[in-house]
């Protein structure tokens, strides 16, 4: 191993080591704990020592982390307030270190809770926050039009989920707090009222919206998770009749929430 890469591994590993949390939104660099062979090689300055110059980058990296998990889960800092947030955050992100892409950075946090000993409403809260950051960032299919009509009889295209679509059942509706918690609005404490339903998360454009639907659209739509609109509507109707008479209405209200996406039926998997 070079020196230089020796460095840099003993750099990385120093700056990314966890902060001791102190309470009342105070954090520290434990110097303890800092490789001596690194703080050698670091050069004082300024009246600022190796010990201080290498705290202020593990500071730096901490706060940007932290801050991040604070945007991406407004629920969960709302729920247990951002003291209680932030070591939680830091002990997720210590066992699963980020990577390139920090749009991913709480991609596993919801998994990662849910084996904590903590309340179910929480984890709850971190699932809805992961789909709402998901709807967000993912791409875009065409959207079908008038044009399509021939292919799409023909068999030459299908209707699919759009990949911003997410579903999820929760025991209470918690978009529009965490939509007025993006926008920093004032919000009563504690989680919404109880009601329990089954949410569908989309996005056009750039506006994000969740629209609770009934049980047996909700079926269609996890059906189309590997599925076109058409079979996963055969396998509903086939156990379910009374859906048929439900089906323009559905198809109305994806195509008003940009639901649909076409694609080739080559590219179809399932």
Same mark, same amino acid.
Do not use: C
């Given at each position: @191993?070079?020196?230089?890469?020796?460095?840099?591994?003993?750099?990385?590993?120093?700056?990314?080591?966890?902060?001791?949390?102190?309470?009342?939104?105070?954090?520290?660099?434990?110097?303890?704990?800092?490789?001596?062979?690194?703080?050698?090689?670091?050069?004082?300055?300024?009246?600022? !020592? +190796?010990?201080? /110059?290498?705290?202020?980058? /593990?500071?730096?990296?901490?706060?940007?982390?932290? #801050?991040? @998990?604070?945007?991406?889960?407004?629920?969960?800092?709302?729920?247990?307030?951002?003291?209680?947030?932030?070591?939680? +955050?830091?002990?997720?992100?210590?066992?699963?270190?980020?990577?390139?892409?920090?749009?991913?950075?709480?991609?596993?946090?919801?998994?990662?809770?849910?084996?904590?000993?903590?309340?179910?409403?929480? =984890?709850?809260?971190?699932?809805?926050?992961?789909?709402?950051?998901?709807?967000?960032? +993912?791409? !875009?299919?065409?959207?079908?039009?008038?044009? !399509? =009509? !021939?292919?799409? +009889?023909?068999?030459?295209?299908?209707?699919?989920?759009?990949?911003?679509?997410?579903?999820?059942?929760?025991?209470?509706?918690?978009?529009?707090?965490?939509?007025?918690?993006?926008?920093?609005?004032? =919000?009563?404490?504690?989680?919404?009222?109880?009601?329990?339903?089954?949410? =569908?998360?989309? /996005? #056009?454009?750039?506006?994000?919206?969740?629209?609770?639907?009934?049980?047996?659209?909700?079926?269609?739509?996890?059906? @189309?998770?590997?599925?076109?609109?058409?079979?996963?509507?055969?396998?509903?109707?086939?156990?379910?009749?009374?859906?048929?008479?439900?089906?323009?209405?559905?198809?109305?209200?994806?195509?008003?929430?940009?639901?649909?996406?076409?694609?080739?039926?080559?590219?179809?998997?399932?």
């Amino acid at each position: @191993m070079t020196a230089l890469r020796d460095f840099q591994e003993r750099w990385a590993d120093s700056t990314s080591a966890p902060l001791r949390f102190l309470g009342q939104g105070r954090a520290e660099v434990p110097a303890e704990d800092y490789d001596r062979k690194l703080l050698a090689s670091i050069l004082p300055g300024n009246g600022v !020592d +190796a010990v201080a /110059r290498l705290g202020a980058y /593990r500071l730096q990296y901490w706060f940007r982390l932290i #801050t991040l @998990m604070q945007k991406d889960f407004p629920l969960a800092g709302h729920l247990l307030g951002w003291e209680e947030f932030n070591p939680l +955050a830091a002990s997720y992100l210590k066992e699963h270190p980020p990577t390139s892409d920090l749009d991913l950075l709480g991609r596993d946090f919801p998994t990662w809770l849910g084996k904590q000993d903590l309340p179910a409403l929480l =984890v709850e809260s971190t699932r809805v926050d992961l789909a709402w950051n998901l709807a967000f960032g +993912a791409a !875009d299919l065409p959207v079908p039009g008038p044009e !399509d =009509v !021939d292919r799409l +009889a023909a068999g030459e295209i299908g209707i699919v989920l759009q990949p911003s679509v997410r579903i999820l059942s929760a025991s209470r509706n918690w978009f529009p707090l965490r939509i007025s918690l993006a926008e920093g609005d004032a =919000v009563p404490a504690g989680p919404p009222k109880p009601r329990r339903g089954t949410f =569908v998360v989309s /996005r #056009t454009g750039s506006v994000l919206r969740a629209e609770s639907v009934e049980p047996l659209l909700a079926k269609v739509l996890r059906g @189309m998770r590997n599925r076109s609109w058409i079979e996963s509507l055969e396998r509903i109707v086939g156990t379910h009749p009374e859906a048929e008479e439900r089906v323009s209405d559905w198809f109305s209200l994806g195509i008003s929430l940009g639901w649909w996406g076409v694609v080739e039926t080559s590219h179809r998997s399932g």
